[in-house]
């Protein structure tokens, strides 16, 4: 039994770190170690530090005492440096690791990063889970940013696996990867090619006034769909329709009436679901005994349809566009983002096509959520609602760059918001390097998880962490206006609401843009109540649990 035991993992862990590691020394001592560590494991040492006590150790076999500490050349006795697998973390079992948390109901996916909480208050700075890989958790500040500051040129993030099983099977529709799950030199041709547009100042700048519209439209269908007391009943829905024309004005460059009540027809809802549902199903599939790799269980027949729907949808939108612009031959100088790709060259169709439905698709459930969190935030005190009105009361008509540029405290607002409820809890890297983390030695190929929401959560970092207080991202002044010291915030650097370094999204500027008009004009229009306690999931983003019911007042 044993002996297939250790063949399996060694067959596992080898396919994965062969996938993983760029560099063949290193996938030797990862191997070394992890086969020492099953010994250790096959001899009842449940993975927690060797100072802890009680470990749990159900075995009558003790563990092998430590090796003595290694002697320098002046006879002094140093320290033993503790590995990956020295690290404390929930009991590893034979074969499934610590998959067992999830089978068991009580630490449901869902919930997720509340666990994730309790773990870092149980286990301290870093945490290890075994997967099919050992995964290490760091909820240390300082750790978080040693990793996610590394000078990478093509950082490593490791894919989402049914995503890449998927698009496998598709090769009719789907290049060999897409940006998103791509490494390397590939990632870098990816990234240069399908974001040069949806980055661009200038693009993005020449773009306010027609978010200004659509956010004014946005407005219109409040007030068009609220009920008689003013109470929106699924704003989630709502949410969605304004991320989807944003992002189609930007990339398509054109509207396409998703505001308007009867262009929001059954099509768009069926997609606007799939994108959810898709995210629900990709969070389900890291959890668990992922049979979803071997066969077609209902897990992956469900997240199937859900892509084939994001798919259907959103090529023919971009055909019919394609077919539109070709018919208006329209000045070559002045390419809509998706003619541009399409234009681009080394790249091919499959990529390209496949490339513009992952950036719109990225852009909806994203935006929603964000955007559902940041008015919980503010519907706690009206004070600040009207602060922001007040911060936008000389603009009538349009909102410029230059007042969005200058909204300072509306964007304290998203920014504490970001830090207080983000949408992505976690950010994920593969190390390059050897490091140090915690007093831990760390290889090259290890996968790591810097647990952003923990650290923005804590007192450590950040003071007065449960409160949402925008007031912190604010320079106070005295009556000179000469900026007072305050104490600083140790935490700024880990509210990475988008990541960090070149594979950083590449949607942050759209979504500033329009998270603060969206904001302005909510706010010079209305004063809003949370009508629903705001529950969160975790759908791989974290969501509320819908229906969220906001009232809208009329400002007076
Ligand atoms: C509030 C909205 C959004 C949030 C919170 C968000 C968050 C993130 C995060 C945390 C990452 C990973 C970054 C890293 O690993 O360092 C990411 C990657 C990505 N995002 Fe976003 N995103 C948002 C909106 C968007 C939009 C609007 C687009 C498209 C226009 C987009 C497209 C992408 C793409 C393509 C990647 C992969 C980039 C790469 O690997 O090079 N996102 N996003």
Known sequence: MSVTIVLFYTFVTLFMFLSYNPKPKKIIESMRSFL???????????????????????????????????????????PK??????????????????KWRYFLGRQRYAKVHETFMEMHRRYGPIMLDVDTVPIVNLFDRVDMEKVLKYPSRFPFRPPTEIVEVY??????????????????????????????GITSRRILQSFIPSVNEICDDFVDLVRRQRADDGTIRNFQDIANSVGLEIICCLVLGRRMGYLTTNRQNEKFLRLAEAVKESFVYIGESYYGLKLWKYVPTRLYRNFVRCEEIIYDT???????????????????????????????????????????????TSAIETLSNTLSFLLHNLSQ?????????????HCVQNITNEDLVNARFTKACIQESY?????TPCLARILEEDFQLSGYHLQAGTLVLCHTR????????????????????????????????????????????????????????VIDIELTLLVAKIFQNFEIEYRSPLDTQFQFLLAPRTPIEIRFRDRT
């Open 36 to 78: 020492l560590h099953l010994l250790h494991q096959h001899n009842g040492d449940d993975g927690r530090p060797t100072t802890a006590t009680g470990t749990g150790c159900s075995s009558n076999i003790q563990p092998p005492p430590p090796p003595p500490p290694s002697p320098t050349e002046s006879g002094e006795c140093l």
């Open 81 to 98: 440096v503790k590995s990956i697998w020295d690290i404390p973390g929930p009991r590893r079992l034979p074969l499934i690791g610590t």
């Open 167 to 196: 698009r496998s099977s598709r090769p009719d529709r789907f290049g060999v990867t897409n940006l998103i799950n791509a490494q390397g030199e590939k990632w870098h041709e990816l990234r240069t090619k399908l974001t040069t």
């Open 314 to 360: 959103i090529a023919e939108i971009v055909y019919v566009a394609l077919e539109e612009e070709q018919l208006n031959c329209p000045d070559n100088d002045v390419k809509h983002i998706f003619i541009s790709i399409l234009q681009t060259e080394g790249l091919d169709t499959k990529e390209k096509i496949s490339g513009i439905i992952d950036l719109i």
């Open 381 to 393: 005190t009206v004070e600040y609602q009207r602060e922001i009105a007040q911060e936008f009361s």
């Open 419 to 423: 830090r207080i409820s983000p949408t």
């Open 454 to 509: 923990v650290a923005c959560q804590s007192e450590d970092n950040f003071h007065r962490a449960d409160r949402f207080l925008p007031e912190r991202w604010l320079e106070q002044r005295d009556e000179n206006h000469n900026v007072v010291n305050k104490r600083p915030e140790l935490g700024a650097s880990v509210v990475l609401p988008f990541g960090i370094g070149r594979r950083m999204c590449p949607g942050q500027k």
